[in-house]
């Protein structure tokens, strides 16, 4: 049975920076590409960052909003994913959800990943 664990968020100020982390179990995560998607309130959810398999190369793949702030990578032997966040807005306040996509397709669509995490709320101050 696959799992996704999502563990990191909080309340943190504007400019501030939080780890996300997502705890796979069931599953190498290495061998498959992983992203991270966010829904704020009232919105939609939203792709965020994805990186694609080990043997892919493990390219990574940015939203606009969040290039040059967000970086995601990949513990493999731990089977764990990770969203590192820096120069937080209150715009970035979301429930994040980690995901697995063990089947390809285009990262950027949501309707390619096949497991999900219960998500981890982030909340930025202004």
């Known amino acids: 049975q696959v799992q996704l664990v999502e563990s990191g968020g909080g309340l943190v100020q504007a400019g501030g920076s939080l780890r996300l982390s997502c705890a796979a179990s069931?599953?190498?995560?290495?061998?498959?590409?992983s992203g991270w998607f966010r829904q704020g309130p009232g919105k939609e959810r939203e792709f965020v960052a994805a990186?694609?398999?080990?043997?892919?190369?493990?390219?990574?793949y940015y939203a606009d909003s969040v290039q040059g702030r967000f970086t995601i990578s990949r513990d493999n032997a731990k089977s764990t994913l990770h969203l590192q966040m820096n120069g937080l807005k209150p715009e970035d306040t979301a429930v994040y959800y980690c995901?697995?996509?063990?089947?390809?397709?285009?990262?950027?669509?949501?309707?390619?990943?096949?497991?999900w995490g219960q998500g981890t709320q982030v909340t930025v101050s202004s």
């Open positions: 069931g599953l190498t995560l290495g061998n498959y590409g």
């Open positions: 990186i694609s398999s080990s043997w892919s190369g493990g390219r990574t």
């Open positions: 995901a697995a996509a063990t089947r390809g397709g285009d990262y950027y669509d949501q309707q390619t990943y096949t497991n």
